[in-house]
């Protein structure tokens, strides 16, 4: 069972997306992700506390916990909710994203003491221009001062979900799901918080597609998507996991295509061939 977890992942990780473009209409960035972090908060403490799940003994582990939670969650979400409020095409936003897995092998090696071999580096680097070419159609949507303007928060999600994945895997590689996923929430939301009332304002819509998209973040990605992603940084390499990305825009483009009619191009079906050839030749064993 265990060996469709990453597919699982890949699939519940790529509805995120779909879960934004319903709810972002409805609610600003930073206040739709505070609704969503106190409801997960709420939700898996309760699941904690009835389950009698263990608590970290150390504040050390706490500590390194929490920080793996605002690098992932409160960067990676935020970037991404913001530059798709702003305007950015999530197809780019996906294609920035998806540098994740290159930039993951540089750091596995200095941070993680992980060898990244030839045939890796080979599949990563396909990997991302079959990305590219899945997204590429969709930098016309957006002029290039424009872009340039709405780029600053997709590379902090980069930059986020990177150094989460290489910081979770050194610091804090095992604890336990139900209430680790408190710990790494509850800073985040302390962040978020503090950005709404300094910069935004809290400001929701509770229409009945924002609580559907609420909804569906909180239980699917926030729980459901996130547990999966502690499991395989548990068991699996930074890079291996890293390169999962790889697939998340594809699943994305694929779902647009079956529920929004989104045009699905040759270009596209050629980049999802590489991009899948790209991963496979990263989580391939050794012989």
């Keep these: 069972m265990t060996r469709f977890y990453p597919l699982l992942f890949v699939f519940l990780w790529s509805t995120g997306f779909i879960g934004a473009k319903y709810g972002l209409p409805y609610a600003a960035p930073l206040s739709f992700l505070l609704t969503r972090y ?21 504040a ?3 500590l390194h916990i929490g920080v793996s939670g605002v690098l992932v969650h409160g960067f990676y979400l935020g970037g991404v909710f913001v530059a798709i409020k702003h305007g950015l095409p999530a197809g780019v936003t996906a294609l920035v994203v998806g540098m994740q897995p290159l930039l993951t092998a540089l750091g596995a090696g200095w941070l993680l003491g992980e060898r990244v071999s030839l045939r890796q580096w080979g599949g990563l ?5 079959g990305v590219a070419l899945v997204v590429s159609g969709k930098f016309g949507e957006v002029g ?16 986020g979900i990177t150094g989460g994945t290489l910081y979770q895997k ?15 929430f509850v ?12 910069f935004e304002g809290y400001q929701v819509q509770w229409t009945g597609d924002f609580v559907f998209a609420l909804g569906w973040l909180v239980l699917v990605l926030s729980i459901g998507a996130i ?4 499991l395989l940084i548990r068991s699996g390499s930074a890079v291996n996991v890293a390169s999962l990305f790889y697939l998340t825009p594809l699943c994305t ?16 079906i050629l980049g999802m061939g590489l991009a899948v050839s790209g991963v496979y030749l990263v989580a391939r064993p050794a012989k």
């Design 187 to 198: 800073p985040a939301a302390l962040l978020t918080g503090l950005l709404v009332l300094g």
């Design 253 to 268: 483009a694929l779902i647009a295509w079956l529920v929004f009619g989104e045009k699905l191009t040759l270009t596209a």
């Design 60 to 62: 050390r582990a706490w």
């Design 227 to 230: 547990s999966l992603l502690n």
């Design 125 to 129: 680097a396909l990997g991302f221009i």
């Design 144 to 159: 290039g001062a424009a872009l340039g303007s709405m780029l600053g928060p997709a590379i902090v999600a980069l930059l």
């Design 170 to 184: 050194r610091f804090c590689p095992q604890f336990d799901l139900r209430s680790g996923s408190v710990i790494q």
């Design 38 to 58: 106190g409801l997960v908060i709420a939700l898996m403490a309760a699941i904690a506390l009835l389950m009698r799940a263990p608590w970290p003994k150390s």
